[in-house]
């Protein structure tokens, strides 16, 4: 498997803007800029798609890894944020917190247990913030589908 990607930047750092394209068609000359890290444009930035790669892996991993542990998940949800170091021009990442919600059919203690090995195990195999080698941080829970809370 060879994922790609294809982006164009035109114009300076703050001003300039990119378009973005993968061959899925998911991404399709979609517009990003630096200058949107206020979160007032209508683009994204390559933060925000990272957060959503790191955030939609994580979701991916954590399914996975509860299914090995006989875990059935319904919904798995993951928020994740980014933190940036704006003390230089360049904005390193430093490192993201997520925040990850599954549903199942039922949430008991032992289930809960296995729940908290199987996010540990996607924290340490997810393939995107393994690459960038990301100190991550989890605050993950396990819902059962008769409560009433929504992911």
Known sequence: MFPEAHAIWRGGLYAGE?????????????????????????????????????????????????????????????????????SADIWPITSAHLEITARTTGASDAESSRFEQAVESARRECPISSALKLQLTCKAKVISLASTAFV
């Open 18 to 86: 990119g378009v973005v394209s993968t061959p899925s068609g998911v991404l399709n000359n979609a517009t990003y800029a630096f200058g949107s890290l206020a979160g007032t444009e209508r683009f994204t930035t390559p933060y925000e798609m990272l957060a959503a790669a790191i955030a939609s892996c994580m979701s991916t991993m954590v399914a996975l890894e509860m299914a090995k542990l006989g875990i059935n998940p319904t919904v798995v949800g993951t928020y994740a944020v980014l933190n940036l170091d704006n």
